[in-house]
T-cell receptor, first 109, second 117 residues
């Protein structure tokens, strides 16, 4: 079956760095997305990785290892507004998104 | 570009009534749209894939006669929750893929919060 695993909840301190991990098992693989979702709002796109390696975009970076079925989202210089849920979604062979349950990130002052 | 809108943003209705939610792609034509449901503190659950000009493809466990989907044009898909009950109260989100973009990125509408009394 297809499966995405990510931690349910994480807590970090304002100004610090946090890494949110995601492991996936899919039928075929055509990339992996990270989305941010604030409470009561729709998800917004953060990153897309299809090749191994690190993609850096400002304070946010995303890493992919296809051989390990593993990705992480790295958030630097955390701000209070980064408190949100972070959703990992892998693209399977039919180009459908397989969603993780999301990681709720709590930022403390 | 790639903006998706939803209407209404929220709706409260009585049990037994039907509710229609619209999803529009504002600056592109979407041959495929997706309908998701999200319960509190849970992730997105794909309900169905809506294809312009053809019948929607429903995920296992989603009643097609209860959740009617119509994708009549390249910019509009509608979801009608028929005979809504309190357990249908949820956050409904649509998304669309931009054709020929070369990726599977989905652009999400702002969501519709449905409360059934």
């Amino acid at each position: 079956g297809q499966n995405i695993d990510q931690p349910t909840e994480m807590t970090a301190t304002e100004g610090a760095i946090v890494q949110i991990n995601c492991t996936y098992q899919t039928s075929g693989f055509n990339g992996l997305f990270w989305y941010q979702q604030h409470a009561g709002e729709a998800p917004t796109f953060l990153s897309y990785n299809v090749l191994d390696g690190l993609e850096e975009k400002g304070r946010f970076s995303s890493f992919l290892s296809r051989s390990k079925g593993y990705s992480y989202l790295l958030l630097k210089e955390l701000q209070m507004k980064d408190s949100a849920s972070y959703l990992c979604a892998a693209v399977d062979s039919n180009y459908q998104l397989i969603w993780g349950a999301g990681t709720k990130l709590i930022i403390k002052p | 570009g790639a903006v998706v809108s939803q209407h209404p943003s929220w709706v409260i209705c009585k049990s037994g009534t039907s509710v229609k939610i619209e999803c529009r792609s504002l600056d592109f034509q979407a041959t495929t749209m997706f309908w998701y449901r999200q319960f509190p503190k849970q992730s997105l659950m794909l309900m169905a894939t809506s294809n312009e000009g053809s019948k929607a493809t429903y995920e296992q466990g989603v009643e097609k006669d209860k959740f009617l989907i119509n994708h009549a044009s390249l910019t509009l898909s509608t979801l009608t929750v028929t005979s809504a009950h309190p357990e249908d109260s949820s956050f409904y989100i649509c998304s669309a893929r931009v054709p020929d973009r070369g990726s599977s990125e989905q652009f999400f509408g702002p969501g519709t919060r449905l409360t059934v009394l």
